[in-house]
């Protein structure tokens, strides 16, 4: 899987890639392989936004996360984008055993 990061109004951070490289594999394990995800790091006052957006062959997904730090709205988004791949999912094997 290809991780793209944009830093927005902070500098590049090499502890945060880090660890977003860490836990990604919580995607890995749909069958439904995201190809490239893309993550943007937005801190505007106090408000610190997480924004994902993954891509593949027939997905496409978003989900943010406002948190106090970085590390939790990565923990937040990575589990909206879990949540929707699981429903993809579902709605996959449940289309397929029905034929």
Known sequence: M??????RHLPHSDELT???ADHIDK???FEMKPVRAE???TI???VKRVD???RGEDIEMHAHADAGDFFAGV???IAKIAK???KKKSKVQAHKGSA
């Open 75 to 77: 923990d937040q988004a």
């Open 44 to 46: 505007e006052k106090t």
């Open 18 to 20: 880090a660890y977003v």
């Open 27 to 29: 995607l890995e394990k």
């Open 39 to 41: 993550f943007t790091f």
């Open 2 to 7: 290809r991780i793209d990061f944009k830093f």
């Open 52 to 54: 994902i957006h993954v």
């Open 84 to 86: 929707q791949l699981a």
